[in-house]
């Protein structure tokens, strides 16, 4: 090796990037010390050494990876392809790639390696893992309600109207309740405001051990209202669930001395279920379980109302 490739070489070591190049056939005909490296610590090498990755064919090993199910690879594959038949002069997508350690996120970028003449492809692997938590955890927050910690009302709009349509799909029941603390005006009038955040904080944090699957969802819907969502959740299921919540809140314990339904801090429950279809609409639920509310508030309080099957709300 001359100096000049020795130098250019180096340079490319120096490199955090994993950089391989390819021929238009998807042979490795180089690779770069952060590729190496990366390869060692993960056990990357498809059955070669970290020194033999020139008997490697890049293309191979993604369409591997599609037909074993991996979408990531599949969609390299395709843009890899694309790049080199001259479709795209640049292809890039980031994926994930975590280790059972850490989470971990990279872009890859494949171009024509910009020599006259040349048939061989540039393809990098930049770790883009700070940024991509960053980005997830700004998404977080503008998703969450800021006193209570909980979902939001645009973030619960979102996930209503996405879980209506996954369980159409899949035929699945929904249940949604809204639950309305009783006399909470008479709570900060008695207490003070901070006395009333600290109820709503502790409401909030007691309907999130009610909704742990990836169905579930709870939310803060105004004020005083939250509202539960409980996915392949069937009518009978949800009746039970949520009388645990009514009682549940009662147990806090939380004073509200001057309620005429009692002296500790208690709610009013709305519940619907359904079984969606595609013409199901976000508003229509909301509006049914909203009507149970009332029936519970009109009732006197203190009590989950629901319509008497779900063949009813339909």
């Known amino acids: 090796m001359d100096k000049k490739s020795s130098f250019l070489k ?5 490199i955090s990037e994993h950089i391989v190049v390819i021929d238009k056939l998807g042979n490795i005909v180089f690779v770069n010390k952060g590729w190496i490296s990366f390869g060692d610590k993960n056990n990357c090498q498809p059955g070669a050494p970290s020194t033999n990755w020139n008997k490697i064919n890049y293309l191979e090993i993604c369409d591997i990876a599609s037909k074993s199910g991996d979408e990531f690879g599949r969609v390299a594959a395709r843009g890899i392809r694309e790049v080199i038949n001259g479709k ?30 040349s048939e ?23 998703r969450l309600d800021g006193l209570t910690g909980i979902a939001n009302r645009r973030y619960f709009d979102e996930f209503l109207e996405s879980e209506l349509k996954r369980c159409s799909r899949l035929a699945l029941p929904l249940s949604l309740a809204i639950i309305d603390l009783d006399h909470f005006k008479l709570l900060n009038d008695s207490y003070g405001h901070q006395a009333g955040d600290d109820c709503l904080k502790s409401v909030g944090a ?18 005083e209202e939250f509202v539960i969502v409980l996915a392949n959740t069937n009518l009978m299921q949800s009746i039970a669930i949520t009388r645990k919540i009514l009682k549940s809140i009662h147990c806090l314990q939380i004073a509200n001395k001057t309620s005429p339904t009692a002296e500790f801090i208690t709610a009013s429950i709305g519940l619907v279920s359904i079984t969606p279809t595609t013409a199901s609409n ?33």
């Open 88 to 117: 795209d002069e640049l292809f890039y997508f980031e994926y994930p790639c975590h280790s059972p350690d850490e989470s971990r996120w990279f872009m890859m970028r494949i171009t024509p390696l910009a020599l006259p003449g």
């Open 282 to 314: 976000p508003r229509k639920i909301l509006e049914l379980a909203d009507t149970e509310l009332y029936r519970a508030k009109d009732n006197g309080r203190n009590q989950l109302c629901y319509p008497v099957s779900e063949t009813e709300i339909l």
């Open 10 to 14: 180096s340079v490319l070591d120096t």
């Open 206 to 223: 007691l309907l999130k051990t009610f909704s742990k699957r990836p169905g579930d969802i709870c939310a803060r819907y105004g004020g």
């Open 120 to 142: 061989h492809f540039v393809i990098s692997h930049q770790d883009i893992t700070e940024r991509k938590k960053a980005e997830m955890k700004a998404l977080e927050l503008s």
